[in-house]
């Protein structure tokens, strides 16, 4: 156990190996330098002694991998994500590396040691005017990864900006009839059945070859994403719920009979412009292709289906993602049933004052 020592000034110091750093001599050569980690007590008694030895003894005890994490955040984080490469989508890969390279300029060369709280909070806050708070929470999600593998014992409590409702568009029943009559006979029906009815997303849409189809059944076990280089590339989905098995009707079987191969030549983004193009032809508002899942959740909610089904079919991990970012998906129904509520209730009212004359 490190052992204090008494200051000319009465305090007590207790010092603690903590790692080497290289010094460069006059001749050129490079040595090793021990760094030691202090711990005071302003009490002269043998209270701050025992004190100031009980605080070297607990850091001493956790400080395994301290050499380590005496890399700058910067070089924490490029080591983070080097180190998952391999396991994390190359989407999720590039949107970490753009945030070291842009917003983290706070922390970029504070050593991972002396980070604090309010360096993390400064941060956040220098990167929260005009961003959305999604956003915010995403580089704050990259800080709090980094932190916790280098420096598990910080404990991080950063006001974050509150989450804001999306407010989509969510197509109706007369606008999937409208664009699967625009759409008949083009490169784009197949793609925009399999995510209206499916749903898929336009990535599963792209990826899917016929050799994962048997009969009615897809499974989805393949999504085409751009690695960080700008090309596309097959992987598995980013999550357990991702690999799945749908179900799909007669009609959409229909369209992909014949194919070999992948049943679309279209990457995701050629998808998503020739939607957008599509709606601006049709006079139809705008909304995202990804919104086609929107409308395939909200009409299976309507019919009834329980929402497990609903997670199962949609490749949804939890009810917590399907009520919290689909809820709006649900909108238009639940007004069509309040006013079918309002509609019964009126009717008793009527029938009501209608016996009292």
Not at 40 to 49: A, E, H, V
Not at 162 to 182: E, G, H
Not at 259 to 275: A, E, Q, S, Y
Not at 333 to 346: G, P, S, V
């Amino acid at each position: 156990m490190p052992t204090a020592k008494k200051l000319p000034s009465g305090s007590w110091r207790c010092q603690v190996f903590s790692h080497y750093e290289e010094v460069k001599q006059s001749d050129g050569t490079i040595k090793k330098k021990r760094i030691y980690k202090s711990f005071t007590s302003d009490d002269p008694s043998r209270n701050g002694k025992k004190a100031a030895e009980l605080a070297a003894a607990q850091w001493a005890a956790t400080r395994k991998g301290t050499e380590e994490c005496r890399m700058t955040f910067r070089e924490a984080a490029e080591e983070y994500i080097r180190s998952r490469e391999s396991v994390l989508s190359p989407g999720t890969i590039k949107g970490y590396r753009a945030i070291v390279k842009n917003d983290i300029g706070a922390l970029e060369n504070i050593k991972i040691p002396d980070v604090k709280q309010t360096d993390i909070q400064k941060c956040i806050n220098e990167n929260s005017p005009g961003r959305s708070p999604k956003t915010v929470r995403n580089i704050h999600g990259l800080i709090s990864a980094v932190m916790k593998t280098y420096r598990p014992d910080m404990a991080i409590y950063t006001a974050l900006p509150q989450r804001s409702r999306p407010n989509l568009y969510i197509p109706s029943d007369d606008d999937i009839k409208t664009l699967l009559a625009a759409v008949r006979g083009t490169e784009m029906e197949l793609p925009v059945m399999l995510a209206a009815f499916g749903p898929m997303r336009r990535g599963e849409v792209a990826a899917l070859r016929t050799q994962n189809i048997q009969g009615n059944v897809v499974h989805v076990c393949e999504n085409m994403v751009m690695d960080e280089h700008g090309g596309w590339i097959i992987r598995h989905p980013k999550s357990y719920a991702g690999d799945r098995y749908i179900d799909y009707p007669d009609f959409v079987v229909d369209l992909w009979k014949g194919k070999t191969g992948r049943v679309t030549d279209l990457n995701p983004t050629m998808i998503t412009d020739r939607f957008i193009d599509l709606l601006k032809k049709i006079g139809l508002p705008h909304f995202r292709f990804h919104d086609l899942r929107h409308y395939s959740a909200s009409i299976q909610h309507a019919i009834g289906i329980p929402d497990v089904y609903i997670m199962q079919r949609g490749g949804w991990g939890n009810d917590g993602v399907l009520k919290s970012i689909y809820r709006h998906a649900m909108e238009q129904k639940e007004r069509e049933m309040n006013q079918k509520a309002n509609d019964y209730f009126y009717g008793i009212y009527a029938t009501r004052n209608a016996t009292r004359k």
